[in-house]
């Protein structure tokens, strides 16, 4: 079934000051076509994780808000998009605990369990983008 | 710039985190919170979350340095108030918070303070009653 399109917003993100800005975009959304308390702290929380990476490896970037739905769901989906230095091995990456910023390595796997859907794109020298849907009954 | 307030309770000492942390404010209070605990022999540190909606590895691993460097200073940490949607959502997400207790609230979160420093107390007791 398709996926489409309701609203579409557009956030820039540069310093760590806008993370907070975009969490309240992001739960505005999720409120809106009723996703339940914990849903919504999944989204939020998978979000933020996305978010500080784009910030923390892939110098800032964009991200897309989306209201969409698929038949009788609806779901917000977020797009994260950066021209950061991009990533090498993706399956790496996703593993848990992989870190190259001395970190615990829980943001992607651990995004990945938050929300419905995942998909990582990543070219080395180009930039990297991750796009989550998370339905509201998801 | 902005400052999350240290209260001081006794033996004890008491954050409330009421805003969205953002990383600097976080990392602001981490290290204010280490000096205070140095500064003021503190035997624990109560981190009020209630109010916190989102803990993502960030702010996970701010807690959790906050206990392992106080841990050092001889004060223990106990998080106190987390919502449930954020209980569950840390498990998901895998982060553990090693060297963390938790409470349900401030009051518990200090019973439990006590009772571990009350061990500690009773321990040295037991060596001075030697003499
Ligand atoms: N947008 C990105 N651009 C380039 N590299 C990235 C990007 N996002 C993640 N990575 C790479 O993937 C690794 C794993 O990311 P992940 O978020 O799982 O862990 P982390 O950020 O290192 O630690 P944590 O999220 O637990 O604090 C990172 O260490 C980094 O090397
Ligand atoms: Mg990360």
Same mark, same amino acid.
Request: proline letters at 3%; hydrophobic letters at 45%.
């Given at each position: 079934?398709?996926? #489409?399109?309701?609203? &579409?917003?557009? %956030?820039? #993100?540069?310093?760590?000051?806008?993370?907070?800005?975009?969490?309240?975009?992001?739960?505005? &959304?999720? *409120?809106?076509?009723?996703?339940? @308390?914990?849903?919504?702290?999944?989204?939020?929380?998978?979000?933020?994780?996305?978010?500080?990476?784009?910030? &923390?490896?892939?110098?800032?970037?964009?991200?897309?808000?989306?209201?969409?739905?698929?038949?009788?769901?609806?779901?917000?989906?977020?797009?994260?998009?950066?021209?950061?230095?991009? #990533? !090498? $091995?993706?399956?790496? !990456?996703?593993?848990?605990?992989?870190?190259?910023?001395?970190?615990?390595? @829980?943001?992607?796997?651990? *995004?990945?369990?938050?929300?419905?859907?995942?998909?990582?794109?990543?070219?080395?020298?180009?930039? *990297?983008?991750?796009?989550?849907?998370?339905? !509201?009954?998801? | 710039?902005?400052? +999350?307030?240290?209260?001081? %309770?006794?033996?004890? @000492?008491?954050?409330?985190?009421?805003? $969205?942390?953002?990383?600097?404010?976080?990392?602001?209070?981490?290290?204010?919170?280490?000096?205070?605990?140095? &500064?003021?022999?503190?035997?624990?540190?109560?981190?009020?979350?209630?109010?916190?909606? #989102?803990?993502?590895?960030?702010?996970?691993?701010?807690?959790?340095?906050? !206990?392992? %460097?106080?841990? +050092?200073?001889?004060?223990?940490?106990?998080?106190?108030?987390?919502?449930?949607?954020?209980?569950?959502?840390?498990?998901?997400?895998?982060?553990?918070?090693?060297?963390?207790?938790?409470?349900?609230?401030?009051?518990?979160? %200090?019973?439990?303070?006590?009772?571990?420093? $009350?061990? $500690?107390?009773?321990?040295?007791?037991?060596?001075?009653?030697?003499?």
């Amino acid at each position: 079934m398709m996926v #489409i399109s309701l609203s &579409k917003d557009v %956030m820039r #993100i540069i310093k760590d000051q806008d993370v907070v800005p975009f969490r309240n975009r992001v739960k505005e &959304k999720a *409120t809106k076509i009723k996703m339940g @308390l914990v849903n919504q702290t999944k989204l939020i929380t998978a979000a933020s994780e996305l978010v500080r990476n784009m910030l &923390k490896y892939g110098n800032g970037g964009e991200i897309v808000i989306e209201v969409v739905s698929r038949g009788r769901e609806n779901g917000v989906r977020l797009t994260f998009k950066d021209k950061g230095p991009g #990533i !090498a $091995d993706i399956s790496l !990456a996703m593993k848990d605990g992989y870190s190259t910023g001395k970190s615990l390595g @829980l943001g992607l796997p651990g *995004t990945k369990r938050l929300v419905s859907e995942f998909d990582l794109k990543s070219e080395v020298g180009k930039g *990297t983008t991750v796009m989550i849907i998370k339905w !509201a009954n998801g | 710039m902005d400052r +999350i307030p240290i209260l001081r %309770m006794g033996p004890f @000492l008491l954050v409330t985190i009421q805003v $969205d942390l953002y990383d600097r404010l976080a990392l602001t209070l981490e290290s204010d919170l280490v000096q205070m605990v140095n &500064k003021t022999g503190a035997r624990g540190v109560l981190i009020d979350i209630s109010a916190v909606e #989102i803990v993502d590895s960030f702010m996970g691993r701010i807690i959790g340095n906050i !206990a392992s %460097m106080s841990k +050092i200073l001889d004060a223990e940490t106990v998080v106190v108030g987390m919502q449930p949607a954020v209980a569950i959502t840390l498990i998901e997400l895998g982060l553990p918070l090693k060297g963390v207790y938790t409470a349900l609230n401030v009051e518990r979160g %200090m019973q439990l303070l006590r009772s571990m420093i $009350d061990l $500690d107390e009773d321990q040295d007791e037991d060596e001075e009653t030697d003499e």
